[in-house]
């Protein structure tokens, strides 16, 4: 009796032992993911350069399902029952990256505009009441190396 009672006690032993061990799992310990840092990429000294870089990938290998058009015309209703001027500038022939960034400098400044091809070149048809803040809104495309001409109509 006193051995069975030794080798259950023994048993006992061994699979409480298994059984915390079992229990103990120790869980691996994991690094943050960091993005791997490109040093041979050289940061662009103006948006020429950017743009240059941008021009000359591959086009891409898919195609959008629908094309997206967004026109906006300024009517003549529009003009007649506002109290706004309206001017032509003339951008000349201009490139669908410099076109953006007429179209972005109008938004962010509310200017209501139109635009026009005739040839190669493009007239833009602007609304608005004070002439001086169209220059300094114009003078903000030359950054984008977009010259114009201004004319009242």
């Known amino acids: 009796m006193t051995i069975l009672a030794c080798f259950i006690l023994i048993t006992l032993l061994v699979l409480i032992r298994k059984y915390i061990d079992a ?3 120790a869980l691996p310990v994991f690094k943050p993911y960091e993005l791997a840092v490109d040093n041979n990429q ?8 950017w743009v240059n870089k941008l021009s000359n990938k591959s086009s891409s290998p898919f195609i959008y399902p629908a ?4 026109v906006k015309l300024l009517l003549e209703d529009d003009i007649l029952e506002s109290h706004e001027e309206v001017f032509r ?6 490139d669908d990256y410099q076109f953006f960034c007429i179209n972005q ?11 026009y091809k005739v040839g190669d070149n493009i007239w833009l048809v602007v ?3 004070d002439e001086n ?4 809104v114009l003078d903000k495309l030359k950054y984008y190396e977009i010259n114009y001409i201004l004319a009242k109509a």
Do not use: C, M, W
């Open 42 to 49: 050289p940061e662009f000294a103006n948006v020429s350069d």
């Open 23 to 25: 229990i103990n799992v």
């Open 105 to 115: 400098v109008f938004s962010s400044h509310k200017i209501k505009y139109s635009y």
């Open 127 to 129: 609304l608005t009441k």
């Open 67 to 70: 094309p997206v058009l967004q």
């Open 133 to 136: 803040y169209l220059r300094s």
């Open 89 to 94: 500038v003339s951008v000349g022939a201009i």
